[in-house]
């Protein structure tokens, strides 16, 4: 099983960056996933997640209304559509896989919930 997040990249304040978290050796869609990040001296948390059928989203509220989170499951992949950056989201991202169709409030924060980590990829976002 490997999940592979890419997009990062280097923004500026209000600009916009879009992420993928690809997935092989699973099959995405039996499976919920969450974006979660970690900024330079800060803790690990969560940023969004959806579930296996995309029809329940999670985000915290300091990315809502800026961030979007959707899933193609034809390509086994899922998507974090990041607009008005600021500088605060800078951090490495990672995208994360619970074997679970289903998740709700409190599984999508914890860390302990997922089962498949993705390896990172960096966002930084320049005032």
């Known amino acids: 099983v490997q999940l592979q997040a890419s997009g990062g990249g280097s923004a500026q304040t209000g600009g916009s960056l879009r992420l993928s978290c690809a997935a092989s050796?699973?099959?995405?869609?039996?499976?919920?996933i969450g974006w979660f990040r970690q900024g330079s001296g800060k803790e690990h948390e969560w940023v969004s997640c959806?579930?296996?059928?995309?029809?329940?989203?999670y985000y915290r509220d300091s990315v809502k209304g800026r961030f979007t989170i959707s899933r193609d499951n034809a390509k086994n992949t899922v998507y974090l559509q990041m607009n008005s950056l600021k500088p605060d989201d800078t951090a490495v991202y990672y995208c994360?896989?619970?074997?679970?169709?289903?998740?709700?409030?409190?599984?999508?924060?914890?860390?302990?919930?997922?089962?498949?980590w993705g390896q990172g990829t960096q966002v930084t976002v320049s005032s």
């Open positions: 959806i579930s296996g059928s995309g029809s329940t989203l």
């Open positions: 994360a896989a619970r074997e679970s169709y289903w998740i709700d409030s409190s599984r999508c924060s914890s860390q302990r919930s997922f089962n498949f």
């Open positions: 050796g699973l099959r995405l869609d039996q499976y919920s």
